[in-house]
Each structure stands twice: as structure tokens, then as C-alpha cells.
């Protein structure tokens, strides 16, 4: 099935630094999701983009639906240990199948 | 709403019995998938519905997979006979409709043993 390449694969920081990552694809997609999963729960929605060039805010958490629509990028801002988990983008590509990212593995170091 | 339901959240079953996982997506939600996610392979999509009907699945990984939607409120995907390489975490998922944000449960893990 469709893959989405998701970088880096893990990253450790100190907290109070700021994060990004990002993700893309070899075929366009329509819509940009980015999950959170925590250890033994699903993935929990952050950030949902609709259109290509597309910025979206929600707290610290900013992502952008790339002008290509092959890619997008989450950043987060001032890190703090609760942020600690795997983000996932996913998204919806022309034929509305619904495909997840590798994943990026975030350590915050108190 | 309670969200995406699923049961049960683990399940431990001796290889060749058959598994049956169960998903409740949230109410009104027209859209619903399955994934399953292991360590080497991440979360992979198996099958997805829209209206009840199956429209892909191609993702499934072989005939002992087979997944129904008998209803808008209920959908269970089902092994049989398992294999201790089906050990995974089994997602459900829904969406109002594809495109749309979707919304996961919290997943059933599957030990074959």
C-alpha cells in the first residue's frame, strides 16, 4: 500500500527547544492529517489540513498542507515532557484511501 | 459521543482458532477502517468502508482475513484460522466521510501464541 516517508524516524531534545518534522509522498494528497499516539492508546488527532499552501495553528502545534500536496510539516514549539510520544501524519490521496506515515518518535529531556 | 468503540482491548488466542475484533465507529460517521500496526510494518490499512460497503481492500493480507459491516453502528474483522504472525494492534477508525478527519478507538491487541 501507499507509504508516506515521515523524518526523522526519532529525535531527542531538551526541553523548551522547538521540533519539526515532515512528511511526504510520491502521489498527491487531498488531505493532511498528523496524529499522536502515546503508548498502548490509538492515535489521537492534532492538526487537520484541507488545502495545499494551508497553515494551521492549535496551541504550540503548527502544520502546513505543502503548495505540492505531496508533503506537510508539523512543528512544535517549546517542548514539554508531556509531548513525548510518536506523531504520525496521515492522509487522503485522489482515490480517498487513507494512509499513515512511518512515524516520528519524540523524546523531551526534562 | 464515546468515540470509536472496539473490544475486546486484548485478546490472547491459541494459533488456528478463530478471532473475531469488534468496532462501534461513532455515530453518523459514514466512513470506517481497519488498520493494523506492528513494529516492523507501522500502521497499515486493511480495509475500508463507506456506507457499509467495502470499497478497498486490498490491504488485507490474505484469505484468513475477512471483514464485515453489517450495519451503519458495527463492524468486526475476523481471522481465521490465526497465526502467530497476526500478533499486532488492530485499529478501527471513522470519518463523517472520506476526506474528513478520522477518529480512532483505542485498539485491540492481538496475541497468538
Known amino acids: 500500500g501507499q507509504q508516506l516517508n515521515q523524518s526523522p524516524q526519532s529525535m531527542f531534545i531538551q526541553e523548551g527547544e522547538d521540533v519539526s518534522m515532515n512528511c511526504t509522498s510520491s502521489?498527491?494528497?487531498?488531505?493532511w492529517l498528523w496524529y499522536k499516539q502515546d503508548p498502548g492508546e490509538g492515535p489521537v488527532l492534532l492538526i487537520a489540513l484541507y488545502k495545499a499552501g494551508e497553515l494551521t495553528s492549535n496551541g504550540r502545534l503548527t502544520a502546513q498542507f505543502g503548495i505540492t500536496r505531496k508533503d506537510s510539516f508539523l512543528n512544535i514549539s517549546a517542548s514539554i515532557p508531556s509531548d513525548v510520544g510518536i506523531y504520525f501524519c496521515a492522509g487522503y490521496n485522489t482515490g480517498n484511501q487513507f494512509y499513515f506515515g512511518t512515524g516520528t518518535s519524540l523524546t523531551v529531556i526534562p | 459521543d464515546a468515540g470509536v468503540i472496539q473490544s475486546p482491548r486484548h485478546e490472547v488466542t491459541e494459533m488456528g482458532q478463530e478471532v473475531t475484533l469488534r468496532c462501534k465507529p461513532i455515530?453518523?460517521?459514514?466512513?470506517l477502517f481497519w488498520y493494523r500496526q506492528t513494529m516492523m510494518r507501522g500502521l497499515e490499512l486493511l480495509i475500508y468502508?463507506?456506507?457499509?460497503?467495502?470499497?478497498?481492500d486490498s490491504g488485507m493480507p490474505e484469505d484468513r482475513f475477512s471483514a464485515k459491516m453489517p450495519n451503519a453502528s458495527f463492524s468486526t474483522l475476523k481471522i481465521q484460522p490465526s497465526e502467530p504472525r497476526d500478533s499486532a494492534v488492530y485499529f478501527c477508525a471513522s470519518t463523517l466521510t472520506p476526506g474528513l478527519e478520522a477518529f480512532f478507538g483505542q485498539g485491540t491487541r492481538l496475541t497468538v501464541v
Open positions: 468502508f463507506n456506507n457499509n460497503v467495502p470499497i478497498d
Open positions: 455515530s453518523g460517521h459514514n466512513s
Open positions: 502521489s498527491i494528497f487531498n488531505t
